[in-house]
């Protein structure tokens, strides 16, 4: 299960991938904003996050309007691998080099179409581990600082 969330300045993003995630036959929860009103991306980060962490949902999309703010936020918690992704290439390193758990987007800064190539390429990709996955733990260790 996708979990989704956003503030206000990724809103109108996160009902355009709510689309296209339902016409890919995609399960998600959508953990709000649900009406376009201002909204905190900490808040966002910290609700949808936790629903990662939980085993919830197996992983997140994370919309603001530039993508910064909430992936600098979902960075805060440990556990979290957030990556935004503004181009496809970074989206499939993201999985399969960083293991992400959370994609980040740019409402406001990443058009819906090629937001939907960044979502299946994530979506698609699995993590290689090996080398890479020393590289997490040590990511890891650095939360314990």
Same mark, same amino acid.
């Given at each position: 299960? #996708?979990?989704?969330?956003?503030?206000?300045?990724? +809103?109108? #993003?996160?009902?355009?991938?709510?689309?296209? #995630?339902?016409?890919?036959?995609?399960? +998600? %929860?959508? +953990?709000?904003?649900?009406?376009?009103?201002?909204?905190?991306?900490?808040?966002?980060?910290?609700?949808? @996050?936790?629903?990662?962490?939980?085993?919830? @949902?197996? *992983?997140?999309?994370?919309?603001?309007?530039?993508?910064?703010?909430?992936?600098?936020?979902? $960075? %805060?918690? $440990?556990?979290?691998? *957030?990556? &935004? @992704?503004?181009?496809? +290439?970074?989206?499939?390193?993201? %999985?399969?080099?960083? $293991?992400?758990? /959370?994609?980040? &987007?740019?409402?406001? /800064?990443?058009?819906?179409? &090629?937001?939907?190539?960044?979502?299946?390429?994530? &979506?698609?990709?699995?993590?290689?581990?090996?080398?890479?996955?020393?590289?997490?733990?040590?990511?890891?260790? #650095?939360?314990?600082?």
């Amino acid at each position: 299960m #996708l979990a989704l969330g956003s503030d206000h300045g990724g +809103f109108e #993003l996160k009902e355009q991938i709510k689309e296209h #995630l339902k016409n890919a036959g995609v399960e +998600f %929860k959508d +953990f709000g904003i649900y009406e376009n009103k201002s909204a905190d991306y900490p808040d966002i980060a910290k609700d949808v @996050c936790g629903r990662v962490l939980s085993g919830e @949902c197996s *992983a997140a999309v994370l919309m603001c309007g530039t993508g910064i703010g909430i992936s600098i936020a979902a $960075n %805060k918690i $440990n556990g979290i691998r *957030a990556a &935004l @992704c503004s181009d496809v +290439f970074s989206a499939k390193m993201a %999985k399969q080099h960083n $293991n992400a758990n /959370v994609l980040c &987007l740019g409402g406001r /800064v990443t058009g819906p179409e &090629l937001a939907f190539m960044i979502v299946d390429t994530w &979506l698609g990709e699995e993590f290689l581990g090996g080398r890479h996955g020393e590289r997490v733990d040590k990511i890891h260790m #650095l939360e314990k600082h």
